[in-house]
């Protein structure tokens, strides 16, 4: 009977390990849910909609095969479609059924962008202002280097990314703007595959099997001893007696057979090696993977944490802070290599306003005077602060702080960039050193952002509108000034600096021109527009520009001013004299925290720089 358990618990263990097995292989599920989209290949770009991607849950990668370059990216779903407005692309997208389709998208007759700022996109072909008449006829643009891309990637004949995207993103897939999209594109989603009896199986019946061959064993050795000798002796004689000199050796002993051979006792230690390690096996083969057993531990209990609250309403930011610092580390690339090349052309590709303006008149007098000092280097990193603006269309910017990581004797800079449309780059519209001082106000998370707050304002101690006409009326008149105490200026090394040139210019030109010449000094709003973004206190980070004014003119007509010691008005002016006088303009790029309306703050000077912008001979 023990053999016939001993068969049954081999035949059970065979059928559950057999079964976990199986479960591991032969009926184990795919792995990857994919899905092949073949598109006709007509259009030079393809938008692969948010929709499509989470269309199944996890991760997603995405491969796209075609002929040539392939270039890829992704970005906001709002971005990119800003990006194609003007162009035809093929769309990919879910319809109402939950299928993926592909249609191709025509531009709505519109005007296009501006040659300039095409160019500034990396366009290939433009042509220039357009209406409805040549909307036939879309802008195409190389889509390398855009500044809406979070991260751009490129291959040649096929490219694979791995991708975890939500749905408000998507992704753009081109050749170089000019050749058509890849038209093979593959979506694959992976697929959680659990088994979870595979391993109970495979255990239990391995147990089994261990029980089986227990069995067995007592079965054999129940077997060996029930099987042993039964011979029958010789009758004894009755009338002989039994002699007792005869000796033990000679007496007939029967025994159970010949001692085993080495052999045979070799063959059963190794028919019990073999079942640990058949029996080892197969947990090793259970136990490879947490899938292969039922969960059975209890749910994670779900810990509170500090909740980001985003005013209501508010749009998303303008940029993450990866694309910031990658776009910052950009601006600093190109102003650096336009610095080394005196090239107002290449600066101009990422710089604009006031930073621009200061630095074309830098290389004006960099290449007449060559021990004429550069203007301070555009850091690349790290970024310390990265502020954008919550705002879905354009313009938009984001104020930024980089410390200089070569030199960290060197003040951060703080700066305002700004896109003016989809196709452009940011440029940098103010850049400023920060005050030994400074002490920033708290500003939102980058991932949250903050609103722009208009230039005309009442809920700011001082509109950002009327800054800078205020600051400069406390450069001109002082303590006299009626926004006097409005301004902290104790610590204001700006209006320090000023003064004192006043002073010594004023005390120079007494020297050297008594009765014969006079200098007056008057600051005036500058020409950039103000710039403010909101703070967590109800202030605002405003960005200002103020030229500051300076005239020297003779105080009768047989005098003449000369330009002995000033090389820089010399170059720009183009003289050495005037009879009439010279005006100097000096423009300062500010960045002042504003309080809100009703605080007992004063308004506090971030971060200044200031340069020469211009002169000319008074007429």
């Keep these: 009977m023990r053999f016939v358990w001993a068969v049954v618990a081999f035949l059970i263990a065979a059928v559950m390990i057999g079964a976990g097995i199986a479960q591991r292989t032969v009926f184990e599920g795919p792995s990857t849910e994919t899905q092949t989209i073949q598109t006709d290949g007509s259009a030079a770009y393809t938008l692969i909609d948010g929709a ?21 990216a992704y970005g906001r779903t709002a971005d990119l479609r800003a990006w194609l407005a003007d162009t035809t692309f093929t769309e990919v997208t879910v319809d109402g059924e939950g299928a993926v389709s592909n249609a191709t998208s025509t531009p709505t007759p519109t005007p296009s962008p501006s040659a300039s700022a095409s160019a500034a996109a990396g366009e290939v072909a433009t042509g220039g202002e357009s209406t409805g008449d040549d909307a036939a006829a879309p802008v195409v643009r190389n889509p390398a280097g855009s500044d809406l891309w979070l991260e751009e990637f490129q291959g040649d004949g096929s490219l694979t990314m791995p991708l975890q995207l939500p749905d408000t993103m998507s992704v753009l897939l081109a050749s ?19 088994t979870p009896w595979a391993g109970p199986l495979i255990v239990g019946g391995s147990i089994v099997l261990l029980v089986g061959i227990f069995l067995y064993v007592l079965a054999i050795r129940h077997s060996r001893r029930s099987r042993g000798p039964r011979r029958k002796g010789l009758p004894m004689p009755v009338t002989e007696p039994i002699d007792l000199a005869i000796e033990g050796s000679d007496k007939g002993v029967i025994t159970s057979g010949a001692p085993a051979s080495r052999r045979s006792v070799s063959s059963r230690r190794r028919a019990f090696l073999v079942v640990p390690a058949v029996a080892a096996t197969s947990l090793l083969f259970a136990g490879c993977s947490a899938d292969a057993w039922p969960d059975l531990a209890s749910s994670a209990t779900p810990t509170p944490t500090e909740t980001v609250i985003v005013p209501e309403g508010q749009q998303a930011p303008a940029v993450t802070e990866n694309q910031a610092e990658r776009i910052v580390s950009e601006v600093a690339a190109t102003v650096a290599s336009a610095d080394a090349a005196n090239d107002a052309g290449l600066a101009a590709t990422r710089l604009g306003g006031a930073a621009l303006a200061e630095r074309q008149t830098n290389y004006t007098l960099r290449a007449a005077i060559p021990e004429h000092p550069a203007m301070p280097a555009i850091p690349a990193s790290p970024v310390e602060i990265v502020l954008p603006q919550a705002f879905d269309g354009w313009p938009r910017s984001v104020l930024t702080v980089v410390e200089n990581d070569a030199d960290t004797t060197v003040a951060p800079t703080i700066m305002l960039l700004t896109q003016e449309d989809p196709w452009s780059d940011y440029k940098a519209m103010y850049v400023a050193s920060l005050e030994a001082s400074t002490e920033l106000p708290d500003v939102a998370a980058s991932y949250v952002g903050a609103y722009q707050v208009p230039p005309d304002s009442g809920f700011l101690s001082l509109a950002p509108d009327d800054l800078a006409a205020a600051y400069a009326d406390v450069i001109n008149n002082g303590e006299n000034s009626e926004y006097w105490s409005k301004f902290d200026t104790q610590g204001d090394l700006l209006l320090a600096g000023i003064q004192a040139n006043k002073d010594q210019r004023t005390a120079d030109l007494a020297q050297t021109g008594t009765n014969t010449a006079e200098i007056a000094f008057e600051s005036v709003a500058g020409s950039q527009e103000p710039f403010a973004l909101a703070t967590l206190e109800g202030g605002a980070i405003v960005a200002v520009n103020v030229n500051d004014n300076d005239t020297v003119k003779p105080t009768n007509t047989d005098a003449v001013i000369k330009l002995l010691d000033n090389p820089a008005v010399k170059t720009l002016t183009g003289v050495e004299e005037s009879s009439t006088g010279f005006f100097t303009t000096y423009s300062d790029q500010l960045f002042f925290y504003v309080p809100a309306q009703g605080s007992s703050e004063q308004i506090r000077l971030l971060g200044y720089r200031s340069s020469i912008l211009e002169a000319k001979v008074i007429p």
């Design 52 to 72: 499509v991607l989470t269309r199944l849950p996890g991760a997603q990668t995405v491969t796209a095969e075609g002929d040539g370059a392939i270039f890829a």
């Design 176 to 194: 170089d703007g000019t050749e058509p999209a890849p038209s093979t594109i593959e979506l694959s989603w992976p697929v959680p595959v659990t």
